[in-house]
């Protein structure tokens, strides 16, 4: 009975840990969401053998030995090499290329489409924006003007989206625009959003 739940707990680490650090890795580019625990679950498992391919690969070509690629030997530092190092830089490097659209679009080439991880355009474009100016108009037809900068936020949670613009300007007497020094920003319920329109910032706020 020991030795099923030593076996149990080898399983485990070997094919749901592993997959777990790259996910959380990778959550950290494209954002965490909300799933099912068993299509988590399933997430975890499929990544971890993911992960453990790239270790097979790695000992086919340094020794040609993969009679050890289920050992478990706590006292080896590789055993903690193949469980957490290498599932990290696997979720670093799938976080770089999904950020630098090179999966998706690599797909896309070859006639492949496939479901893009980023689950919403919302989530997709306060990704990839840097430094632009937003005109966001509400539910009931006012509209809001300012700025999506660094000190900005848009949330990624599901279920309550949020926006925070760090700068809101007002218009003038002469119909343009400026910042009102005083402001502290501004922020607005999802709920409350019906479009949002976005312009390069060309001066550089």
Sequence with gaps: MELLKIETINYVVLFFIPGFITYSILSLFLGRYRSPIDISMKKYFVLSIYNLLLWAIYISIVSGDLSD????????????ARIFILPALFGLILGILFILHFVVGYFNKIGVNILHPIPTSWDYVFANIDNSRLLVTLADGSTVYGYFGPNSFASSDP????????????????????????????????SEISIIEFWADDEGE
């Design 159 to 190: 279920k309550e989206k949020d926006l925070y613009l760090e700068i809101v300007f007002k218009e003038d007497k002469e119909g343009g625009f400026k910042v009102d020094e005083n402001h502290l920003g501004m922020l607005i319920k999802g």
């Design 69 to 80: 690629l289920f050992a478990s030997n706590t006292h080896d530092p590789m055993l903690y």
